[in-house]
């Protein structure tokens, strides 16, 4: 079974500064796919970023940018130019597609960001 | 406008009294899924289906039943909740393609008495 670890449960950061969320995984397989989501206040759940693990080349979005280590099976993300609006509960998720297409999401337990006025 | 609609977003119960909550996507996605959001474990999947009359537990499954009559809708029901199922609910879906994200609805917070 695949496992998401998030290692740090809460971060602070000024606005305007850049952060870094870590997020390790554990699994055997060779093709999958990586995900960030944000959880604001409001609870929904909100898709940040996503990598193919068959792709070398690290995904971006506009300031959010992942450094995605398959050897290493890390997957951190980086907020660049921290906004207030960046306050927000992420989660790292796995997915191992399956041959019928999807399979389900693994979560890791979140970290809790703080972005500082 | 695209969307998961899930009903109620906020219920308050007591232990053994049954309920339903309703999930429903327009976006003729095959693939549907019930999540459970716990403080400090994340997002735990309690069944899925990838398609109409086409359910299978997920890693958490107990005290849960589900069906799939309609592709659009995706219920889950708690024959004789206990408390241990107070929990934010997430109800999600997307295409059968793996390389389709899933999209969440916004969410059920239920509180057992």
């Known amino acids: 079974a695949q496992t998401v670890t998030q290692s740090q449960p809460e971060m602070s950061v000024q606005e305007a500064e850049t952060v870094t969320l870590s997020c390790t995984y554990d699994t055997s397989e060779s093709n999958y796919y990586l995900f960030w989501y944000k959880q604001p206040p409001s609870r929904q759940m909100i898709l940040v970023i996503r990598?193919?693990?068959?792709?070398?080349q690290n995904a971006t979005e506009n300031r959010f940018s992942v450094n995605f280590q398959k050897a290493a099976k890390s997957f951190s993300l980086k907020i660049s130019d921290s906004q207030l609006g960046d306050t927000a509960m992420y989660f790292c998720?796995?997915?191992?597609?399956?041959?019928?297409?999807?399979?389900?999401?693994?979560f890791g337990t979140g970290t809790r960001l703080t972005i500082i006025p | 406008e695209a969307q998961v609609t899930q009903n109620p977003r906020y219920l308050i119960t007591v232990t053994g009294k049954k309920l339903t909550v309703t999930c429903s996507q327009n976006m003729n996605h095959e693939y549907m899924s019930w999540y459970r959001q716990d403080p400090g474990l994340g997002l735990r999947q309690i069944y899925y289906s990838m398609n109409v009359e086409a359910t299978d537990k997920g890693d958490v499954p107990e005290g849960y039943k589900v069906s799939r009559k309609e592709k659009r809708n995706f219920p889950l029901i708690l024959e004789s909740p206990s408390p241990n199922q107070t929990s934010l609910y997430f109800c999600?879906?997307?295409?059968?393609?793996?390389?389709?994200?899933?999209?969440f609805g916004p969410g059920t917070r239920l509180l057992v008495l």
């Open positions: 990598q193919e693990a068959y792709k070398q």
């Open positions: 998720a796995f997915m191992k597609p399956n041959a019928f297409g999807n399979e389900k999401l693994t």
């Open positions: 999600a879906s997307s295409p059968i393609d793996s390389r389709e994200t899933q999209y």
